[in-house]
């Protein structure tokens, strides 16, 4: 395999913790149960590539329950599947750094990382998430999402790299499967950013 001098991570289930069935549960509390985040529902698809405000998005949750419920209660019930960020993950990705350009690509919404940048914020309050990648691409700022084709594409005409030299790392296998069409090595992060995947992508990297 050709050496690989670019890796690309994932933010929610390989850096972030998550657990979407929070939020589930929380709509279900609120009435909102016929929206299934684990299908490519067009709210969700549509909030993600930003092409829907925060607003609307919250508009369009609150019109699928018959309750009054408030806006707080909706952006704290869609908050509700973001965890955790472990200090460990971030000194691996500065250990990467060492000898990679690192990359962060994320299908992910405003109201997420607006909730997102608070907590690393008062969690991490002497590093600026920013300066732990080369360049992070959410997919609301630049209008294109995983695992379609292009937004892999984008990434890496952006910073001229060649596919082959490049490393994918999701815990989504659609999103893996994307990013192989365009040439991309893969790795699936069964498990988030610990010490076993840690060696697994130097592994990759090595081979």
């Given at each position: 395999m050709t050496k690989i001098t670019t890796i690309i991570l994932d933010l929610g289930g390989v850096i972030l913790n998550l657990n979407q069935n929070l939020t589930i549960e929380q709509f279900k509390s609120l009435g909102v149960s016929s929206l299934n985040l684990h299908a490519?529902?067009?709210?969700?698809?549509?909030f993600e590539i930003g092409k829907i405000s925060?607003?609307?998005?919250?508009n369009t949750i609150r019109a699928s329950t018959a309750k009054p419920i408030t806006?707080?209660?909706?952006?704290n019930a869609w908050n509700a599947m973001l965890l955790d960020l472990p200090q460990k993950r971030i000194e691996y990705i500065k250990k990467l750094r060492e000898k990679y350009t690192v990359l962060?690509?994320?299908?992910?919404?405003?109201i997420h990382i607006d909730a997102f940048n608070k907590y690393f914020e008062t969690t991490f309050n002497n590093l600026n998430w920013y300066d732990l990648f080369d360049k992070v691409y959410y997919s609301y700022e630049i209008g294109m999402r995983k695992p379609n084709?292009?937004?892999?594409?984008y990434v890496l005409n952006q910073h001229q790299l060649q596919p082959k030299q490049t490393l994918f790392v999701d815990d989504n296998e659609q999103n893996l499967l994307g990013a192989s069409l365009v040439g991309i090595n893969t790795l699936l992060?069964?498990?988030?950013?610990?010490e076993t995947l840690f060696e697994q992508v130097l592994k990759v990297c090595n081979s």
């Open positions: 490519n529902h067009t709210v969700f698809a549509e925060s607003k609307e998005f919250v806006d707080a209660e909706i952006i962060l690509l994320s299908n992910t919404n405003s084709t292009d937004i892999y594409s992060a069964n498990i988030p950013l610990d």
